[in-house]
């Protein structure tokens, strides 16, 4: 593949104050390492958890393949306890299985009510609060939800954006995170806020031809590691282990901006969200044109949002 590869930046030993102030303003991922997470990396084995979890039930994603594409819903959902669920999500070949010896397993937590309630870790999980601790580089009241991932290993999760600011949090394992920025969206090929290309690795560029212009960052992740995921990037995640991660999102907006029925922090923002409806309505009138003029419209359109809206302070 011929686009422009970078490294993730890491950093050690990183304070509130420099993170904040010189780090965060720049709007890229980075890693931060040396961050206390508390007892999290070292007591969260896979006995530990199932003993702490107990048999809770938990609805899971189940997948025959290792690649999961959310556009085509190539898994299942099904619901286990959670002891249960960690114990197959460690196990590379299954005696007990929803579709084959060999599927994986991926949790998601969710809010008591997914409708109405987000997901914390601190609510759904209590006794597991005590172990870990949030990096405390955002105000508390800022604070949205804190969602437990457990994959089992090799499983790789759609490419995808989120609208708000989070660290992922690798507890145990190890996950490699390839990441693309805001600005390379339309080499991305979207379907709403996920890409359709599933295997970045080895695109189909004759299906895909522009995906080899956009910008790839990649890091590894191993315990104890936090990616910070700025709002709007795309990132892919692969667990080459079985592995456990905690991520923290919060609203670096004030709260209006945000849909108020969002409980994942993945819908667009509300302005966002009036302004496509606006778009939309503007393509079927443009539709009542010929051809000819339909063409020259939309080209005169789409010059006129490159010129207003589009910003020169970012790469």
């Known amino acids: 593949m011929a686009g422009h590869r970078f490294s993730v930046p890491r950093f050690e030993g990183v304070s509130q104050e420099q993170f904040i102030e010189h780090l965060y303003p720049q709007r890229k991922p980075l890693v931060l390492e ?53 114990q197959r999500a460690a196990e590379e070949k299954h005696t007990e299985f929803f579709i084959s010896e060999d599927e994986k397993y991926y949790l998601r937590s969710l809010g008591e009510d997914p409708r109405k309630d987000v997901a914390d870790i601190r609510k759904q999980f209590p006794l597991l609060e005590g172990d870990i601790k949030f990096p405390k580089f955002f105000r508390e009241e800022q604070f949205f939800s804190s969602v437990f991932r457990i994959s089992s290993p090799g499983l790789q999760l759609w490419t995808h954006y989120d609208v708000m600011d989070n660290f992922l949090i690798q507890v145990t394992g190890k996950k490699r995170v390839v990441l693309f920025s805001p600005r390379d969206a339309q080499y991305l090929y979207l379907s709403g806020s996920k890409s359709e290309v599933l295997n970045i690795d080895n695109p189909d560029l004759a299906k895909y031809p522009l995906f080899s212009k956009a910008r790839r960052y990649e890091c590894s992740l191993k315990a104890g590691d936090v990616l910070f995921i700025p709002a709007l990037w795309f990132h892919n995640v692969i667990s080459e282990e079985f592995g456990v991660g905690v991520n923290v999102f919060w609203k670096h907006l004030p709260s209006e901006c945000y849909d108020k029925t969002d409980t994942y922090g993945n819908k667009d923002l509300t302005a966002a969200s009036r302004a496509v409806q606006i778009l939309d309505r503007a393509l079927k009138t443009l539709a009542e044109l010929p051809e000819e003029y339909r063409d020259f419209y939309a080209r005169r359109m789409v010059l006129h949002i490159q010129d207003k809206a589009y910003s020169k302070n970012f790469e």
Not at 52 to 58: A, F, P
Not at 59 to 79: C, L, P
Request: hydrophobic share 45%; proline share 2%.
């Open 34 to 86: 040396g961050i206390d997470l508390g007892a999290c990396t070292s007591k969260w084995t896979v006995d530990y958890l199932s003993q702490i979890g107990g048999r809770k039930e938990v609805k899971i994603h189940v997948a025959a393949v290792a690649q999961m594409d959310f556009i085509s819903k190539n898994f299942v959902y099904r619901t286990l306890p959670f002891d249960k669920l960690v």
